[in-house]
């Protein structure tokens, strides 16, 4: 079966029109980034501050913003089928989390499958002020907890990654945010060129939004740091079956620690047997 979805939109960082589309056809899950086709594994990290850069590993555009499109693939659980192709500069910001990319994934014809990924022992990995516990499962689950400064406060969300219906009402909803006071240092490095206030919520110090941005509470913190945590997971194969809990997580610690716990062992690959069991 086939089919296809396009959406269009600017992109957060470069400000910039573009597009991803979405192609439901036969083998394995692949991303085309400008002339370039690789597949999940032949993708790599170019930088992870304030979002998540990829690009080939053989060489090809460099795609930002790639967080949400990664956590809507985790999140709907499509691990083939599926050819993602972007443009360029950046997959389209859209609705600020990733609600309308796994809409968008939800009606195609994809097959959902489980993690490639295991937890194969209980296991704390600390990265600067970052904390992941790995505990092994059954299942795949995913829990962080925020602390913020002023009105914020504190907060924690956990998510099955196996209920698409949950993550689609509670966590793809979840909209990005940042502080007010990082946003002239991240413009004078050329990013957050297009903030869209139904769409990124600038917090002032104290943690309140600003107008004309909605209410955002600790609690849609703490759901968007998981559906980014989720998104980070993805690019290695996961969320892995067992639990990764996360204390005040940020993208390049999850990369880091990720990293470390394929290295270590104590998360590994599945193999085809094991899928099959």
Known sequence: MSGWVELHGRGLHSGKRCSVRLDARPGPLLFRMGQSEASLEQLELVRADQGVCLRPRQGGVEVDLCEHLLS?????????????????????????????????????????????LRVTRTEVLVDGASRYTFEPGD????????DFPGALGRASAEHGADDTEAYLATIATARTFGFLAQADELRARGRALHVDPAAV??????????????????????????????????????????????VRPGHAASHRVMQRALEAGVVRKLQTGDLER
């Open 139 to 146: 299942a795949a689950r995913v829990a962080v907890e925020v």
């Open 201 to 246: 919520v600038a917090l002032d110090e104290g943690g309140c939004a600003l107008p004309p941005s909605a209410p955002f509470s600790a609690e849609e913190a703490a759901r968007h740091k998981l559906l980014d945590l989720m998104g980070d997971l993805f690019l290695y194969g996961g969320p892995p079956l067992g639990r990764v809990s996360a």
């Open 72 to 116: 809507a693939l985790a999140g709907l659980n499509v691990r083939s089928g599926l050819t993602v192709s972007v443009p360029g500069p950046e997959v389209p910001l859209l609705d600020g989390g990733s609600r309308e990319l796994a809409r968008a994934l939800r009606i195609l014809p994809l097959r959902r499958e489980p993690s490639r």
